[in-house]
């Protein structure tokens, strides 16, 4: 657990809100939240299905318009008014999600998916032999072998080794955020541990900042610096991971808490 009192703000939020709907239909997902997340900081966003969680990483990311409220992007204000502009921000944020499979062209080869990132970092004309190694690289990082990954396509890997593949992209993007919505939420325990010691790592050796988006707080406890709880919209309460579920103050972090009853136990990896 480290302080972030001090730290460099890479994405800031002042009253960020998304309205959905019309008339009597209307409801805000996201209302008037507040938020500071530094570099180097693994920051977790938890709340029930339906709290705003996904909304909120839309906004973040600039999939979905801002119905009001300010976002900042290292400290100035972010403007992703053109395309070009979005191209840009984009470099500086990326996401993983829930379903790996699910943003992937299922007939695209493993090698394009990495080939691909080279080239959206400026690497595309490198010879093939530099590319290969820096394939090889990534693919290591996450424990996969690109020796035995090349000509394969995503259906032929599990999702726990898809979700890895996702990570590789990312270790070669090398943005400065990463949002990573509910990564683990469909792959089976085992991987999920590996997942979240891989984003550690990612975050560790990149001084990536993390958001973490997750429905299950034990999950949060043991991965974050710092967590945001949500409930309708709202940001209840946050602060340092430790502080906020050790001792929490609102009732709706109670009763989170409650619903795990492992919490206050010694994390045992093999069942996370
Ligand atoms: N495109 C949309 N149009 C209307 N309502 C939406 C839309 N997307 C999400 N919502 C609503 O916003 C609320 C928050 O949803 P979401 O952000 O997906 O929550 P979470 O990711 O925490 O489960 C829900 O009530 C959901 O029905
Ligand atoms: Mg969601």
């Not at 070009?84 to 921000?89: D, L, N, P, S």
């Not at 991987?191 to 891989?198: F, G, V, Y």
């Amino acid at each position: 657990m480290r302080d972030f009192n001090n730290a460099k703000p890479c994405l800031t939020g002042k009253g960020v809100t998304k309205t959905f709907g019309f008339g009597d239909k209307k409801m805000n997902a996201v209302d008037h939240v507040d938020f500071n997340f530094h570099e180097g900081e693994f920051v977790s966003i938890v709340g029930e299905s339906g709290s705003g969680k996904t909304t909120l990483s839309k906004m973040l990311l600039g999939l979905i318009s801002v119905t009001e409220g300010q976002i900042d992007f290292q400290g100035k204000p972010r403007d992703i008014s053109t395309n070009a502009k979005k191209k840009e921000y984009w470099k500086g944020i990326q996401a993983i999600f829930q379903d790996p499979f699910a943003s992937y062209n299922m007939f695209y080869k493993i090698d394009s998916v990495l080939l691909d990132c080279l080239k959206m970092r400026g690497d595309g004309s490198l010879p093939y032999e530099k590319k290969f190694e820096l394939m090889t690289e990534a693919c290591s990082f996450v424990n996969l072998k690109f020796a035995e990954l090349t000509n394969k396509y995503p259906f032929e890997l599990s999702g726990g080794q898809m979700q890895r593949l996702m990570i590789a992209r990312i270790f070669l993007l090398k943005p400065k955020i990463l949002l990573a919505d509910e990564p683990t939420s469909m792959i089976d325990a085992c991987s999920r541990a590996t997942i979240l010691d891989m984003l550690l790592k990612l975050r560790d050796e990149i001084n990536m900042t993390i958001i973490f988006i997750t429905h299950d707080i034990g999950l949060a406890y043991y991965v974050s610096d710092t967590v945001y709880i949500m409930e309708h919209g709202k940001f209840v309460e946050y602060g340092p991971a430790d502080k906020v579920i050790l001792n929490p103050q609102a009732p709706y972090t109670k009763r989170l808490i409650n619903d795990v009853p492992k919490i206050y136990e010694e994390w045992d990896l093999t069942t996370v």
